[in-house]
């Protein structure tokens, strides 16, 4: 089962020789990045820096930053085993018999007990601090050398000069981010629970800006609250079950609770208590660090950004809400979890591709041609998806396309690319080498237009352009003009049989 709390998993990482402690001391200030950069580029391990310049906590970085420890998270062997058991849930085999109803019974026993268990308070609060809250006291990262300052990219995402920073809106050092945060909210309406991974800038000990992404549930709840001029309470955990980051980055459909999907990921239910000032918040009793707070519908949103992303590139700064902190609650000994991103591949790359496999059931069952698919890791996550069906009438692939524009957070890949059952999606030469040879540009090109991700710097708009569907299937009468497409080649199975059987007298 995975671990409890994020302790308990350092030690399992430990104990398996997945972590390496760092005893001198290191800046949280530039200096972490490039250790950890370092460190996630050569597949390294989970880093514990025991001694970070200016905070009394450890900090915690790379975790989950290889298949090995992502499983460990997990719980699993094989990121696909958890694919199967989501692929049960979402497509259980009716029992018939009486016997058979008897034998699912503590199956569904289980299901029913995994919704978060709610507690009176957890360790997270065994100290509590309010007015004397202070965000620079978490050894927070600032990751790369442009974070935070407006000013040196000069325009926002949306192409505007960038303002001059107001005083308050300019720490002592600007460019501070938490990285591996669980944003826990409500919808003020039906009282949905989101736990999404959001990063969030300081501005000040008690003051911050959410980064949500229009297009995510953190977002959402934050249009709702406003439209009815209501403070939104939050609340930000760090740590928690080994489960719990994972969870948070999770594209669930809007309404799903994501503690719930941790309920299930790990076997058992999430415990939560009510945070100690936002007590409609609730959040896991077991979390290193709980950040509590609202955001005043009143407020002025705060120029938050730049910061060096996912893509590989700065995201322009941009205007988002303010965070004011009305507690900063922790464990007696607690250590502080974050992540960097960059160009890959980082630590997110192994979340990501567990997302991608533990998700594709639940794609197949919105579109049942898919057979598998592949983020490839140039593509960022957002940027490029390769596509397997096995095609059976004209125009099937572009039929996928559009499918996928439609499919939850899926609808912001910018380029897709559509093959045959017979290529292997993993593998990118593979891939477009059907892509070249299988292609005539003035036929298979789908372009449209929608919704993308904020961090496309390339988009027309800030989260909106063009998108590009590339169909490298094999055409078929029906679809345009068509010549017959000619068979690969490949040796005939008993002429290699009969050369394996030979190769020793080749002499070669
Ligand atoms: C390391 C990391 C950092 C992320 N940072 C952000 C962020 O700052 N803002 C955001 O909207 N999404 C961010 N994401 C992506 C979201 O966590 C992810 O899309 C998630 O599914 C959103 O949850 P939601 O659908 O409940 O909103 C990040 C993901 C990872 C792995
Ligand atoms: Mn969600």
Redesign the pocket.
């Known amino acids: 089962m995975p671990a409890a709390d994020l302790q308990t998993f350092i030690t399992e990482l430990e104990q398996r020789g997945l972590l390496r402690r760092v005893r001198v001391p290191v800046d949280p200030i530039l200096e972490i990045t490039e250790i950890a950069d370092r460190v996630m580029k050569a597949g390294g391990p989970a880093l514990l820096f025991e001694r970070v310049k200016g905070s009394d906590y450890p900090l915690l970085i790379n975790a989950f930053g290889s298949r090995e420890r992502m499983c460990l998270a997990l719980g699993c062997n094989d990121f696909d085993e958890v694919a199967a058991r989501v692929k049960h849930l979402i497509k259980p085999e009716i029992p018939t018999t009486l016997m058979q109803k008897l034998r699912r019974l503590p199956e569904l026993a289980q299901l029913g007990s995994l919704p978060p268990r709610i507690v009176r308070r957890g360790p997270c609060q065994d100290v509590v601090h309010t007015e004397d809250a202070d965000l620079f006291k978490l050894p927070v990262l600032k990751c790369w050398p442009l974070d935070g300052d407006p000013a040196a990219v000069r325009f926002t995402a949306g192409g505007t000069p960038v303002p001059p920073a107001a005083p308050a809106d300019a720490p002592v050092v600007p460019g501070r981010y938490i990285?591996?945060g669980a944003v826990f909210t409500k919808h003020p309406e039906t009282g949905d629970r989101?736990?999404?991974?959001?990063?969030v800038q300081l501005f000040g000990p008690r003051l911050a800006a959410m980064?949500?992404?229009t297009h995510?549930?953190?977002?959402r709840h934050f249009r709702a609250y406003h439209a009815l001029g209501r403070g939104m309470p939050l609340a930000i955990a760090l740590g928690g079950p080994a489960i719990l980051p994972y969870a948070?980055?999770?594209?669930?459909p809007?309404g799903i609770d994501?503690c719930l999907f941790a309920g299930f990921l790990q076997g058992r239910a999430l415990e939560l208590c009510p945070a100690v000032t936002q007590p409609e918040i609730e959040v896991p009793a077991a979390a290193e660090f709980v950040i509590e707070g609202y955001i005043d519908p009143a407020d002025e949103p705060v120029l938050e950004g730049p910061f060096g992303d996912?893509t590989g590139f700065y995201s322009l700064p941009d205007w988002f809400p303010r965070l004011h902190v009305t507690a900063i609650t922790h464990r007696r000994n607690p250590v502080y979890p974050a992540?960097i991103?960059g160009p890959p591949p980082m630590e997110?790359y192994w979340?990501?591709k567990a997302t991608e496999r533990i998700f594709l059931p639940l794609l197949q069952m919105l579109i049942p041609d898919i057979l598998d698919y592949d983020l490839p890791r140039f593509g960022c996550f957002h940027n490029c998806a390769f596509v397997k069906i096995r095609k059976e009438y004209p125009y099937q692939a572009r039929r996928v396309l559009h499918a996928i524009w439609g499919a939850g957070?899926m609808a912001l890949t910018k380029i897709i690319v559509v093959v045959d059952e017979d290529v292997d999606v993993h593998n990118a030469d593979d891939v477009l080498f059907h892509l070249c040879a299988n292609v005539d540009p003035a036929r298979d090109l789908e372009l449209v237009r929608g919704p993308l991700d904020i961090l496309d710097h390339a988009a027309l708009e800030c989260g909106a352009g063009g998108k590009l569907g590339i169909d490298a299937t094999r055409k078929m009468p029906g679809e345009g003009p068509v010549r017959p497409f000619p068979p690969a080649l490949t040796m005939s199975a008993d002429i290699r049989e009969l050369v394996t059987r030979r190769w020793g007298e080749y002499g070669l």
Do not use: F, I, S
Request: with cysteine.
């Open positions: 990285t591996l989101n736990v999404g991974m959001y990063r980064h949500w992404h995510h549930d953190g977002a948070a980055t999770c594209p669930l809007p994501e996912h992540t991103v997110d979340l990501g957070q």
